[in-house]
């Protein structure tokens, strides 16, 4: 059995968000091979999702970002099964971080915001970004609405 060293175990788990055990086995797995382990964490996070997707996501967070200059501002809806999770820093968080993808990038709806490589991280999409939270939290997550507005101009979608 390989040995892996802890220092790519934090390694993986801050480019994933998966949980200590979750990337040891991944590098396990993967022969201690980096990127190997983020793409089979990246599939079993598809997974986990794809078996949440039916589960209702009743609470969640409107989360706000005003760009720079107060020219562009964001209102984004995202939703979960459970109060706790709602209210947890990180899935607060990871509202924040749609909003400010969806000022920089002005997605026309939902479908083409999750198919747009997420602009705090181009490796990944928006879907792979909420993937990643179904895994880490365990629970069913939408992006409901979302408006943009840059001055003189609204999109909702």
């Given at each position: ?6 220092e ?11 949980g ?10 993967a ?13 079993r ?113």
């Amino acid at each position: 059995m390989m040995e892996i060293k802890a220092e790519l175990v934090k390694q993986l788990r801050e480019l994933t968000s998966a949980g200590m055990m979750e990337a040891k086995q991944a590098l396990m797995e993967a022969a201690g091979d980096l990127e190997k382990a983020v793409e089979l964490l990246r599939a079993r996070g598809a997974a986990i999702a794809a078996k949440k997707a039916e589960r209702v996501a009743a609470n969640g967070v409107v989360a706000s970002y005003i760009h720079g200059g107060n020219k562009i501002g964001v209102l984004v809806e995202v939703l979960v099964e459970t109060d706790f999770v709602a209210r947890d820093e990180k899935f607060v968080a990871f509202a924040r971080d749609l909003a400010v993808h969806i000022a920089g990038m002005n997605p026309a709806d939902t479908e083409e915001l999750m198919t747009q490589p997420f602009v705090k991280d181009p490796s990944i999409t928006v879907g792979d970004l909420l993937n990643q939270q179904v895994a880490f939290f365990k629970e069913n997550i939408k992006i409901g609405r979302f408006v943009r507005m840059e001055l003189g101009i609204t999109e909702a979608c």
